[in-house]
């Protein structure tokens, strides 16, 4: 089994910069691909981006190309969201999620996920 724990949301100004973590444990976690999905009021949760077990390959939405880096530490344990340049519209619920397939997790089916933290990006 997986446990995963978000932290790192608060509120910043437009144009910005926060940066999320995504705290894993769980006996094959290592071995687990990852991502970040959003939910926004009055909106259904929407794709972020993505990584690979090995940390080696990315994928993420258009809306955030350029600006988001998705990234894990040496030693798997940890998942980050470097979110830069942030705008209104990126006033989200962002949640952690964790499966054993890469494709499963881009398409918005993990296994696991977490509790979700709070951005809130003011104009």
């Known amino acids: 089994q997986v446990q995963l724990a978000e932290s790192g949301g608060g509120l910043v100004q437009a144009g910005g910069s926060l940066r999320l973590s995504c705290a894993a444990s769980g006996r094959t976690f290592n071995t687990y691909a990852m991502g970040w999905f959003r939910q926004a009021p009055g909106k259904e949760r929407e794709f972020v981006a993505a990584?690979?077990?090995?940390?080696?390959?990315?994928h993420y939405a258009d809306s955030v190309k350029g600006r988001f880096t998705i990234s894990r530490d040496s030693a798997k344990i940890t998942l980050y969201l470097q979110m830069n340049s942030l705008k209104p519209e990126d006033t989200a619920v962002y949640y952690c999620?964790?499966?054993?397939?890469?494709?499963?997790?881009?398409?918005?089916?993990?296994?696991?996920w977490g509790q979700g933290t709070q951005v809130t990006v003011s104009s």
């Open positions: 990584i690979t077990w090995s940390g080696r390959r990315t």
């Open positions: 999620a964790a499966d054993p397939i890469s494709d499963t997790v881009r398409a918005g089916k993990a296994a696991y």
